[in-house]
């Protein structure tokens, strides 16, 4: 494959890519949602992805409790808001420096979960499938 033909694919590739995640290089609105009982802070990203049924979005989590030096971690997320179900496609790690120290990538062989209703992904859900 010559520079120009590996140029193209790489190119589609990222356009794809775009079609799945949202734009990285977009700053996150974070909205509080809910603190559970071990105070862990449960955040959405306002900036939402697909329209419809299907949507993808960032969550996080900022952990109460470091375990492992994890003090949040940011979810990506894709769900069919028809049938309630989820399936996580991406977890990155952070310090209390805000340096990543591990990411997760599992695109789209991520678990597939319906999500209860009355759980804390089920409200970050429901706020996923009514943001526009």
């Known amino acids: 494959m010559n ?76 769900i069919d808001c028809n049938l309630k179900q989820r399936r996580i496609r991406m977890v990155v790690y952070y310090d209390k420096n805000n340096k990543i120290i591990d990411t997760d990538n599992y695109g789209g062989d991520g678990y597939l979960e319906t999500i209860p209703p009355k759980s804390i992904e089920g409200r970050i859900a429901n706020i996923a499938c009514s943001l526009k």
Not at 56 to 78: A, E, F, G, H
């Open 3 to 78: 520079y120009r033909n590996k140029l193209v694919a790489l190119t589609s590739v990222l356009a794809l890519g775009g079609i799945f995640m949202p734009p990285p290089a977009l700053a996150h609105q974070w909205v509080r949602v809910t603190t559970d009982n071990y105070d862990n802070v449960y955040r959405i990203d306002k900036q939402i992805g697909g329209r419809g049924r299907f949507r993808r979005y960032w969550m996080s989590v900022i952990v109460n409790q470091p375990d492992n030096d994890t003090k949040w971690k940011k979810v990506l997320s894709s």
